[in-house]
T-cell receptor, first 112, second 114 residues
Framework: DGGITQSPKYLFRKEGQNVTLSCEQN?????MYWYRQDPGQGLRLIYYSQIVNDFQKGDIAEGYSVSREKKESFPLTVTSAQKNPTAFYLC???????????FGPGTRLTVL | DAKTTQPNSMESNEEEPVHLPCNHSTISGTDYIHWYRQLPSQGPEYVIHGLTSNVNNRMASLAIAEDRKSSTLILHRATLRDAAVYYC???????????????FGKGTHLIIQP
């Protein structure tokens, strides 16, 4: 089955530690995205990539980093510089930048 | 992307039609109107999108006002599985192709009563 997978579903980390969230898709999509969602709020764009080896900052990129070495994978690293990292993180992909986005199930990160 | 305004919540009965409004008075000529919905603890799901004409698909219909300053998502026969947060999003398309990410507001929390 084609789709987007994110792992793990729940993640706990101590304050000050970097953590990397996984996002993999087998839809052969060029574009991939990372969003953050806080309770009762809409999603906010962190980073996006329209093609391998290229990515752009979204609205809230500070404290986050990404890489896009393979078409299928777009991992997100939450660094210790992110002041309030506890949130629900969602990855998405689309055929091109202007097509509908398909979302993964999300990773709920809690920093203790 | 331009801003949209939606009611915080709406309530409807099962098996009845639901009309979810969205105001977007600052919409530009290159903005498409997209709707996504999000079930609890899940990622959003695409519902429908349009530019000027009304659109229908298997999930819903989208009615767009003639001046494009507002639109309505129509669920023809709501079920309990339609209970979700519905987001109305304007998406600017660029002539060279490619667009950046989606800009989500708080959306409308749709409650379906059995």
């Amino acid at each position: 089955d084609g789709g987007i997978t994110q792992s793990p579903k729940y993640l706990f980390r101590k304050e000050g530690q970097n953590v990397t969230l996984s996002c993999e898709q087998n839809l052969n999509h060029d574009a991939m995205y990372w969003y953050r969602q806080d309770p009762g709020q809409g999603l906010r764009l962190i980073y996006y990539s329209q093609i391998v080896n290229d990515f752009q900052k979204g609205d809230i990129a500070e404290g986050y980093s990404v890489s896009r070495e393979k078409k299928e994978s777009f991992p997100l690293t939450v660094t210790s510089a992110q002041k309030n990292p506890t949130a629900f993180y969602l990855c998405a992909s689309s055929i091109g930048g202007d097509n509908e986005q398909f979302f993964g199930p999300g990773t709920r990160l809690t920093v203790l | 992307d331009a801003k949209t305004t939606q009611p915080n919540s709406m309530e409807s009965n099962e098996e009845e039609p639901v009309h979810l409004p969205c105001n977007h008075s600052t919409i530009s000529g290159t903005d498409y109107i997209h709707w996504y919905r999000q079930l609890p603890s899940q990622g959003p799901e695409y519902v429908i999108h349009g530019l000027t004409s009304n659109v229908n698909n298997r999930m819903a219909s989208l009615a767009i006002a003639e001046d494009r300053k507002s639109s309505t998502l129509i669920l023809h026969r709501a079920t309990l599985r339609d209970a979700a947060v519905y987001y109305c999003i304007l998406r600017t398309y660029y002539s060279g192709g490619g667009a950046d990410g989606l800009t989500f507001g708080k959306g409308t929390h749709l409650i379906i009563q059995p």
